[in-house]
């Protein structure tokens, strides 16, 4: 069964700290990995976005790493803001038609001042 | 740049009544449009997609059907809501020919029905 798990469910962290959310998947085949982030009421945001043959990509204060041969990701928030304050969800796609993504269940991250 | 905007923000709706949640896309042609569920404690689910005017795949089975009359708008609807259908409907949409697979979300419309 394709399934996309992430943890922690939710995480509390000071501003200015470092956080790495993790996520293990077990879609097959496997065409490509993204990160959003989801701030509360609103729609999700992309932040990467990897195919197999990366193993990391950053946007800022976002990084984003993926083993294929494990099938784990990792997003790694460096110098957190209270903004950074919302869901980061973890999303998998099989190849062919993009419109099969395997969605997870996201980590609510809380940057406290 | 490209927009989508959904509307409307909020609705509360009862039992019974009928539903339609509208989605328009600007700046882009022949987008591949999609709608989506969010309901509480679960990740997102996706209802419909559609490849063009008039093309509609239905992902899961419900008391829910999506129409494309023009080539950015893309709607929801409902003859008779369920209380199941409560939660937060996002549209979205992606460049057909993108290698990227990447999907741009609307803000977003939260349902609830009472």
């Given at each position: 069964?394709?399934?996309?798990e992430?943890?922690p469910?939710?995480?509390?962290?000071?501003?200015g700290?470092?956080?790495?959310?993790?996520?293990?998947?077990?879609?097959?085949?496997?065409s490509?990995?993204?990160?959003?982030?989801?701030?509360?009421?609103?729609?999700?945001?992309?932040l990467?976005?990897?195919?197999?043959?990366?193993?990391?990509k950053?946007?800022?204060?976002?990084t984003?790493?993926l083993?294929?041969?494990t099938?784990?990701?990792?997003?790694?928030?460096?110098?957190?803001?209270?903004?950074?304050?919302?869901s980061?969800?973890?999303?998998?796609?099989g190849?062919?038609n993009?419109?099969?993504?395997?969605?997870?269940?996201?980590?609510?991250?809380?940057?406290?001042? | 740049?490209?927009?989508?905007?959904?509307?409307?923000?909020?609705?509360?709706?009862?039992?019974g009544s009928?539903?339609?949640?509208?989605c328009?896309?600007?700046?882009?042609?022949?987008?591949?449009l999609?709608?989506?569920?969010q309901a509480a404690g679960?990740g997102?689910?996706?209802?419909?997609?559609?490849?063009?005017?008039?093309?509609?795949?239905s992902?899961?089975?419900?008391?829910?059907?999506a129409?494309?009359?023009?080539?950015?708008?893309?709607i929801l609807?409902?003859?008779k809501?369920?209380?199941?259908?409560?939660?937060?409907?996002?549209?979205a949409?992606?460049v057909?020919?993108?290698?990227?697979?990447?999907?741009?979300?609307?803000?977003?419309?939260?349902?609830?029905?009472t």
């Amino acid at each position: 069964k394709n399934q996309v798990e992430q943890s922690p469910q939710s995480l509390i962290i000071l501003e200015g700290k470092n956080c790495t959310l993790q996520c293990n998947y077990t879609v097959s085949p496997f065409s490509n990995l993204r990160w959003y982030k989801q701030d509360t009421g609103r729609g999700p945001v992309s932040l990467t976005i990897m195919t197999f043959s990366e193993n990391t990509k950053s946007n800022g204060r976002y990084t984003a790493t993926l083993d294929a041969d494990t099938k784990q990701s990792s997003l790694h928030i460096t110098a957190s803001q209270l903004s950074d304050s919302a869901s980061y969800i973890c999303v998998v796609s099989g190849p062919g038609n993009n419109r099969k993504l395997i969605w997870g269940l996201g980590t609510s991250l809380a940057v406290n001042p | 740049s490209q927009t989508i905007h959904q509307w409307p923000a909020t609705l509360v709706q009862p039992v019974g009544s009928p539903l339609s949640l509208e989605c328009t896309v600007e700046g882009t042609s022949n987008p591949n449009l999609y709608w989506y569920r969010q309901a509480a404690g679960r990740g997102l689910q996706l209802l419909f997609y559609s490849v063009g005017i008039g093309q509609i795949s239905s992902e899961v089975p419900q008391n829910l059907s999506a129409s494309r009359p023009q080539d950015r708008q893309f709607i929801l609807s409902s003859k008779k809501l369920l209380l199941s259908d409560s939660g937060f409907y996002l549209c979205a949409w992606s460049v057909s020919t993108s290698s990227s697979y990447e999907q741009y979300f609307g803000p977003g419309t939260r349902l609830t029905v009472t």
